[in-house]
């Protein structure tokens, strides 16, 4: 029992600051861009471009490169794409040519698309199903977490040490833990441990892999019930969150009078919201939702939703207004989508066959993903045509399908009638 607890613990501290650190190689770009749209004369849609370089191999990958993980193992691949993903973004700066940023945050969204199932995979393997919700809504601070760090020290580098500098330093210290993963991040079968309250699964795993050799396909995964659901929900999450991290900044700034380095400090209240909503949803819904995980989850989108229109309805009364509802809106938002794209796709598969968990966790997150890799170009030419209010109304109605999609969900859920594990078929 020692040696479980030493290990979950561990993996769960290695896993948390890894993916923590790899918004240090995203969040730079928001803070930035700025700068760059003043000294480099790079226009809004060329800066949403930017956004899509970076954000759309992370969705596209994550579907295509889904099984890497499960061939290789969560530790193997976590570790060398955050290494892979350091390397890609370490001379940045040095740079003044927009194809190659391009390729640089095209490399880059490359190597993290791997980050998430994995580290996900890695860390649900140590727990038993009782816990799931609790734990990794606690872990899914990491996601929050990270994009408050990497912001602050975006900010500070670009205070102290100028723009170009912003992606350096965090991609030398992510060197170092991509090594620190591929030492401690270990799995259960690689240490010769049973965790308790998994023993179930373990044996379906087996049973169902030595039955079938043949990973299922993408489209088997697709046809499973709730999975187009959950996926159209994440997408529509998704890009609101990446609207907020990549634009907010600059709204708070042209928009809001903010100056430059308190728009990019400020703009951490919807993160900060995120970490507090990822950490007490999970409890929430273990606590009051037991058995309709989808239900609850579909409320707090439309609070989210609420949030963000409070948010644009009273954005000239202030700091305290805007604070508010900008951490209300994130709270709301962040809870959601990491049990979406987390424990809700694993448990959809896990439990009748281990092989897929990874490509599940890569499909519905990668296809969430898609939104955030499309939305700059869009939200680039909205504000371009209609102002900042459009990027808003875009946001409000996104977040609104996405309560609609988890109601869906959670409909077919009732439906059926029966635990999830009952009726998934053609894994």
């Not at 295509?64 to 350091?86: E, H, N």
């Not at 991040?185 to 087996?206: C, L, N, Y």
């Not at 609850?296 to 508010?324: D, E, K, Q, R, Y």
Request: hydrophobic share 50%; proline share 4%; net charge positive.
């Amino acid at each position: 029992m020692a040696s479980l607890k030493y290990y979950q613990v561990t993996v769960f501290v290695c896993g948390w600051i890894s993916y923590a650190s790899t918004y240090c190689l995203r969040k730079p770009l928001g803070v930035i861009k700025a700068d760059l749209h003043k000294f480099m004369n790079l226009t809004t849609t060329q800066l949403g471009w930017l956004d899509t370089a970076l954000l759309f191999p992370y969705a596209v990958m994550q579907m295509i490169l889904g099984p890497v993980g499960d061939k290789y193992g969560a530790r193997k691949t976590f570790g060398v794409c955050i290494i892979l993903s350091a390397l890609s973004m370490i001379f940045f700066g040095y740079f003044s040519n927009f194809v190659i940023w391009f390729i640089l945050l095209f490399l880059n969204g490359t190597a993290q698309s791997q980050c998430w199932p994995n580290v996900t995979k890695g860390v649900l393997g140590w727990f038993s199903d009782s816990v799931r919700n609790s734990m990794f809504g606690m872990f899914g601070t990491c996601a929050f977490a990270g994009g408050i760090i990497g912001t602050m020290i975006a900010v500070y580098i670009q205070a102290n040490y100028g723009w170009r500098q912003v992606y350096f330093y965090p991609a030398a210290g992510m060197i170092f833990l991509g090594v620190f993963t591929l030492l401690f991040f270990k799995q259960p079968d690689e240490v010769g441990i049973q965790v308790p309250g998994r023993e179930a699964a373990d044996s379906t795993s087996k049973s169902a892999s030595a039955t079938d050799s043949e990973k299922p396909k993408m489209w088997d995964l697709w046809k499973l019930p709730m999975i187009p659901e959950v996926s159209i929900a994440v997408f529509c999450l998704k890009v609101v969150r990446y609207c907020m991290y990549m634009w907010l900044p600059m709204y708070l700034l042209q928009a809001l009078n903010y100056s430059t380095t308190m728009s990019g400090v400020f703009s951490t209240v919807f993160e900060i919201g995120g970490v507090t909503g990822s950490a007490l949803i999970g409890f929430a819904l273990d606590r009051y939702y037991k058995g309709q995980t989808l239900r609850g989850i579909a409320f707090f989108v439309l609070l989210s939703t609420v949030g963000l229109v409070l948010f644009m309805l009273t954005s000239s009364w202030g700091v305290f207004f805007n604070s508010v509802f900008m951490f209300m809106a994130g709270f709301f938002n962040a809870g959601p989508d990491i049990l979406l794209c987390g424990t809700v796709p694993a448990e959809l598969v896990e439990k009748h066959n281990k092989n897929a968990a990874t490509a599940t966790i890569g499909l519905v997150n990668g296809f969430g993903s898609i939104g955030t890799c499309i939305e700059g170009p869009i939200i680039g030419a909205i504000t371009a045509y209609t102002g900042w209010a459009g990027m808003f109304y875009l946001m409000i109605g996104l977040s609104a399908c996405g309560t609609l999609a988890t109601y869906k969900a959670e409909s077919i859920f009732r439906r059926i009638n029966k635990p999830t594990t009952d009726f998934i078929a053609g894994v």
